[in-house]
């Protein structure tokens, strides 16, 4: 029989997985990406279809692009930045410890 894993275990046996910790990192960041425009679009009292006209895009690229669906370019987060009255800012960081 075998026996069951808890989430930590399998977690950890998928993450090494060649080609695994790059592809959890980049949903990572489509996920944060998307959490951190719905987060500013709500503070704003924004509809997805608000945010698409004044961003130029449709309201479905709008819900995908917050459910961390895409990987958007550079000149993308250029286009949510003044849509939500941000100023974009790209950075290099050291990895976390851990």
Known sequence: MDERKNWSD???E???RPGA???YDAA???FELGAAVRERREALGLTQSE???RAGL???AVARFEA???MPTIPMLERFAE???LRLRVEFALPEAG
Do not use: S, Y
């Open 10 to 12: 399998k977690r950890a």
């Open 14 to 16: 998928i993450l090494d």
């Open 21 to 23: 910790g790059a592809a």
């Open 28 to 30: 990572r960041i489509r």
């Open 51 to 53: 945010l698409a006209d």
């Open 58 to 60: 449709k309201q479905p």
């Open 68 to 70: 961390g669906g895409t």
């Open 83 to 85: 849509a939500l009255e």
